[in-house]
Every structure is written in structure tokens, then in C-alpha cells.
């Protein structure tokens, strides 16, 4: 069952009360079997999300439990993509190791997830990063997707090279390939992990040509990362290029020079 933050339909309501009704009773008649318990993740509200408790009337009423944020931010992790091993890469996880530009790329980054909220909606709202692979461009826009995310921010992750093969393998179905593309244009926060990546073609082009034109034109902020410089994004496609770049005005991150390659070192 879902429903947003704050707003719950009467319906709704009634089915949780009959539901915490349900397993309160499941519970009592499960007394003499202690296992029964620890089969929910939360003992207070027993899954359900909702306590109840009496107010000044004497009546029964509905609060949300305690475990329902976190339950939320699980399931905003779940569904923005990111696996288990990238949700390691935070801001915590990302050493500078003493260098000036990787100190300042990651304070950039700090400070686009403070800012987020006043700018979301801006005509410059994203962020992108430059440089070759195991420069830590990654890890930073992986930090940023789980701040967001830890902040309640749906984000969504698109590893490119994988999510244009998929688009392209519907591209005979017109369902499937709306489908597969409305991920990635009607994600809150997308975040593009090595943009044009590898060989393209015509279609991968105008695949990318419409997310990010939907989204330029929704203001809907994007997170980059790619191994092309500016210069090279104009040169790929300047449609797509222009657009990116003014979108993340003031927050072009550029990560180059062999002794930034955080893998190796
Ligand atoms: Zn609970």
C-alpha cells in the first residue's frame, strides 16, 4: 500500500486499523510462542507502520511509528537502483588524501546536497564531474545520490551504457520503450554514471536527446558523471551538450592528472 508522506486516505486508514487489529490478535494468540515475535522487523507497530494509541476523548487513534522514515529511506534505496556495494560509497568513504582538487571537488559536492532544496527547481540545479576513470567522479556522485536519498529525495540511477541497451531493445515496442524511458525522465534526481560511454550511435543519441531535453525543459536537476570534457560533450551532440552545461553552471567539476587515479593509489 502506498501512499505519501502526511496523507492518509479514510480507506486506507481502515484497512491499517483492521490490519494492526488483525496482528494484535495473531500476536495475543501467539503468546506461548516467543518465535512468533521476532519475525517482525519492528516490534512496536508489527510491520504495519502504525501505532495507535488513545487521545484526550478517550478514543483510538492512528500515529505513524518510528520505523516508518527509515522504512521509507530503505525503500527510496531500493528503488533508485543503486546496489549494495555502491551505497558503500559515501562522503565518509571519499579521502582527499591531501589534494587540492579532490579536496575541493568533494566540498562542491557537500555543498550541492546542502543547497539542493533552495535550488531544485532552478534553471542551474545539477552537477557533473570530469575526468578519466578511477578519478573518484563516481564516488562523488554516488555520495551525493545517498545524501539525497538519506534525505528523503527519490533519486534514481542510471548506469548509461547499460540503460541505452535496454531503451534500444524495446524500440519495436512502443509500451515497453515509454516505459523504460519514463524512468529516467520523470526521476525526481537522475543520476547519468559515465555518460556516452563507449561507441555511439544515431539512436543512442536521440535516446539521450530526449531525457535530457525533458528534463532541461522541467528543470529537473541531473547528476553526471563522464569521462569527456566539456569541450567533447559540445563536439558529441550539441543539443544535449548546451543543455547540460547550463544546467550545471557553476558546478562543473573537473577531476584530471594521473595522481587523482583513486583506484590505484
Ligand atoms: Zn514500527
Known sequence: MRMKAGVIRMDEMSAFLREIDRRRREYAGSADNPEKETEYECR????????????????????????????????????SGISVEFQKKTFDSF?????????????????????FANKEHDRHNSIMFTGQ????????????????????????????????????????????????????????VLYIDDLLKGRLTDTDVNIM????????????????????????LLMFDEAIGSRLIEMCRRNIIQLHGKELNYRLS
Open 44 to 79: 512496536q507497530c508489527r510491520d504495519t507502520g502504525f501505532i495507535t494509541r488513545m487521545d484526550e476523548n478517550g478514543c483510538e487513534i492512528a500515529c505513524r511509528c518510528k520505523c516508518y522514515e527509515i522504512r521509507r529511506s530503505k525503500e527510496r534505496m531500493r528503488r
Open 95 to 115: 579521502t582527499t588524501k591531501g589534494n587540492a582538487q579532490l579536496a575541493n571537488a568533494k566540498e562542491k559536492a557537500v555543498r550541492y546536497v546542502e543547497y
Open 133 to 188: 576513470a578511477g578519478s573518484g567522479k563516481t564516488h562523488l556522485g554516488m555520495a551525493i545520490c545517498m545524501s539525497l536519498i538519506n534525505s528523503g529525495v527519490a533519486v534514481i540511477y542510471m548506469a548509461y551504457r547499460d540503460a541505452v541497451t535496454r531503451i534500444k531493445q524495446n524500440l519495436l515496442d512502443e509500451v515497453a520503450y515509454d516505459r523504460e524511458l519514463n524512468k529516467y525522465t520523470s526521476a525526481r
Open 209 to 232: 536527446y530526449e531525457i535530457m531535453n525533458y528534463r532541461y525543459m522541467n528543470n529537473m536537476p541531473v547528476i553526471i558523471s563522464t569521462e569527456k570534457t566539456t569541450d567533447e
